[in-house]
């Protein structure tokens, strides 16, 4: 029965030491949750002092509330846990009493028998009443081992004495965490009840002054619709210029073609008639170098069968010296036409290969000649837009990091729900001083002076256009060329008093998604 328990509190404890992993992760999951709620009351403190009445006050406002939750339901997971472990605690300490109980019931019983038996002459008498000197010594080791048995017995009782007692200490440990837990929880719950009414406080000011910031808006709104309508005005004609301009280039680089090619068409002609004099010049070389080689192997020919008749003759006169001298003579004479024949063959091999070399040279200097003629009348090619080769990889449109308070495309105003905005671009609340800079390299399109006393920057980037509206001052120019990173100017406050960038984005005349291109 005992093997069981123990085999179910086992299983117990796996699960316990398992649950222990995942609420030493809820506490590092709080830490990091702590750090951003510290860093959203720095944020807080920075813009308290410019406006409470702002989207992007409202949106901390509202994070900070959501982290806060999560904090507090991490720590109600990380109190179940604690309770969990409470619970098995007191099992183990159970468990460990019941087993407590069996060893000093076993071993009260040994030291009843040891007492019965204690007498150093009973023990002197099991040992001289054995029947040889062998069973003497086995009786000796008996009752050593009797002895030691004893020994193991006590030694085994206090451990599990000293382990009852680490169980306890473990179980006061957890009620203490436990009792800590619940002080912390109160306090968290205190705090996401006065952060809650901050919150109702803030969206009833919001309420009692919507009259006037919903006008505020809808005019901020109808003063976007004519920006956007001038960004679409500058685009265009942009997209204008670039397609006659595209177009004249494309007349001027084919116009730049057709006399490029019929230079090189002179030129190839040029070296066609170079090639095929010298080709003629070769050919009648190789021609006369063929009938020397012949005339040389024919005459090779002919003294080698002079040779042979001679030599069939001598073989049936007698030799004589004049005989060898006339031997010794055509023997000569033949050497001398092999010779001039090899020398004929290595003319004519010579002779074809300067024919193969000028064909292949023929066609070297016509292609260079092409290309020669190509650079000439300045014929180039096309580049790429590496703007779209860049998409997630943009720069981030500040030099300081800020909040994204409105996304792209039709979305409900975060406080006003029966007000739709609908956005070409994102808006991003950011730190009074805040720069806008370049995602890009490219060129300055257009500086627009708004209506509200606020400037916008258009930068174009081939056929891609990066747009930074709501600037309070800007420090580039129509034209000038811009890196990434070049600051555009000095983000200004929006109208309730937030510093706010508008950051767009547009492939062509179509806005498109900005945080699908940015890294942030």
């Known amino acids: 029965m005992i093997r069981k328990f123990s085999f179910l509190i086992g299983v117990l404890m796996f699960g316990l030491h398992q649950g222990q992993q995942t609420k030493e992760q809820l506490q590092k999951q709080n830490a990091e949750l702590k750090k951003q709620i510290a860093q959203i009351n720095t944020d807080l403190a920075k813009t308290r002092s410019e406006s409470k009445l702002s989207v992007a006050y409202l949106s901390n406002v509202n994070q900070k509330l959501v982290l806060r939750e999560k904090v507090y339901n991490n720590t109600q997971k990380e109190k179940r846990f604690i309770e969990d472990d409470i619970y098995l605690r007191q099992l183990e300490i159970n468990r460990q009493n019941k087993e407590l109980a069996v060893l000093r019931k076993n071993y009260a019983e040994v030291l009843v028998n040891a007492y019965k038996n204690k007498g150093v002459q009973n023990k002197v008498t099991f040992i001289l009443s054995a029947k040889n000197l062998g069973e003497a010594i086995r009786r000796v080791q008996y009752l050593k081992q009797y002895s030691d048995y004893q020994d193991k017995k006590a030694a085994e009782i206090t451990d599990a004495a000293n382990l009852i007692k680490k169980t306890i200490a473990q179980k006061q440990n957890s009620v203490k965490a436990k009792e800590s837990l619940l002080v912390n929880q109160q306090k968290d719950l205190a705090t996401i009840n006065a952060e809650r009414a901050q919150k109702e406080q803030l969206v009833a000011e919001f309420k009692k002054n919507e009259s006037k910031l919903t006008a505020e808006l809808k005019q901020k709104q109808v003063q976007s619709k004519a920006l956007e309508g001038q960004i679409r005005a500058i685009i265009a004609e942009e997209i204008r210029i670039a397609k006659a301009e595209e177009e004249a280039r494309k007349k001027a680089e084919a116009e730049k073609i057709r006399l490029a090619k019929l230079a090189a068409e002179r030129e190839k002609a040029r070296i066609e008639a170079e090639a095929k004099a010298r080709a003629e010049a070769l050919e009648r070389e190789r021609r006369i170098a063929e009938a020397e080689a012949k005339k040389a192997a024919d005459l090779a020919a002919k003294r080698a069968e002079e040779e042979r008749k001679r030599n069939e003759e001598a073989a049936k006169a007698e030799a004589n010296a004049r005989d060898e001298a006339r031997r010794v003579a055509a023997k000569k004479a033949s050497d001398e036409a092999n010779a001039r024949a090899k020398e004929a063959a290595d003319k004519l091999v010579a002779a074809r290969a300067a024919e193969a070399a000028l064909t292949k040279r023929k066609e070297e200097d016509k292609k260079a000649a092409e290309t020669k003629a190509m650079t000439s009348y300045g014929v180039s090619t096309a580049t790429g837009n590496s703007f779209a080769d860049n998409r997630g990889r943009l720069s981030y449109p500040a030099d300081r990091a800020g909040q994204i308070t409105h996304r792209f495309g039709r979305q409900p105003h975060p406080v006003f729900k029966n007000i739709t905005e609908e956005n070409n671009g994102i808006k991003i609340s950011v730190p009074s001083g805040t720069r806008a800079k370049s995602v890009f390299p490219g060129s300055v399109s257009s500086v627009l002076a708004n209506n509200d006393g606020t400037k916008t920057v258009i ?57 699908g291109w940015i890294s942030y």
């Open 459 to 515: 930068i174009k980037h081939g056929s891609y256009f990066t747009i930074y509206s709501n600037l309070g001052n800007v420090s580039v120019s129509k034209g000038q060329q811009v890196s990434s990173g070049t600051p555009v100017g000095t983000i200004a406050q929006d109208f309730d008093g937030a510093y706010t960038l508008d950051f767009q984005v547009w492939n062509g005349s179509t806005p498109v998604d900005p945080l």
